[in-house]
């Protein structure tokens, strides 16, 4: 008599095989998996909670008079910097934590399941949008409080909340793709911060790119961070729609049409 039990290369066959329905219903049971890691271990929301109210005192407070000539004039200069730069580094956890999940077995288990090969993959990624949430509504709200008035109007600022979030989903692809082929987490945050330290810093964020030497001041204003700031900026001080909010949708478009693909073939190939 033949046995009925599937061998690993039939459970494969079958995960592959997969309706799309079925992939997005296990991709958003892995995101609430990966909510739940959360609530058990708070101690991860520690960089999209503390880090906005500490980045914007710090910043806020050590060059506004010094730039803008005080704090009230700085404030709807800073407030979108520090939020696209808590936000896109926030995007660097996604990779560590995809990697640690590795290295742990986890994904090891989740073979033995019958669920869509991607699912963990795409749930983690789709969990990772509740972080980029929590930092930009912590970062809009320590500006409230601190005087920050976008004269954008709640609309805009909401427009320009969610243009963010996207950006960082995007670019998350990147991060998820070195956690994938990293020997570790730490490498993982290493290559990250390199990559991520000089866009963020060596951008309009913080000053204004004419105040910086003329051959910063080519990079700044090629940078795609800067781009994303300014067109926060438009939409939150201004309520308007320019060109820059257009690169940067072409910008994560771009990211993602290059390293999602990337990412899933060298996930699939280690899974």
Sequence with gaps: MK??????????????KMSFSQT???????????????????????????????FTLMFTYIFGGAISGNVQSYLPVIIPGILVQTVITTSIVTGVQLREDMDKGVFDRFKSLPIARIAPLSGALL???????????????????????????????????????????????IFAFF???????SSVQGISMIVLFPLTFLSNAFVPAETLPKLLQWF?????????????????????????LTISLIGAAVIVAIFAPLTVRAYMRRT
């Design 127 to 173: 969990a990772d949008t509740i972080r980029y949430t929590i930092a930009t509504v912590l970062t809009f709200t320590m500006g409230y409080i601190m005087g920050y008035r976008p004269d954008g109007g709640l609309g805009h600022v909401a427009i320009a909340a969610l243009l963010v979030i996207v950006c960082a989903w995007s670019i998350s692809w």
């Design 24 to 54: 997005v219903s296990n991709s958003l049971t892995m995101a609430y998996r990966g909510l739940l890691k959360i609530r058990r271990t708070p101690e991860q929301l520690f960089d999209v909670t503390l880090q906005p109210i500490i």
């Design 179 to 185: 956690g994938v082929i990293a020997r570790t987490a």
């Design 220 to 244: 700044v204003k090629i940078n795609p961070i800067s781009h994303l700031v300014t067109a926060v900026r438009d939409l939150s001080n201004s309520g308007t729609i320019g060109w820059d």
């Design 3 to 16: 046995s009925t039990s599937n061998t690993p290369a039939t459970d494969r066959r079958l995960r592959n």
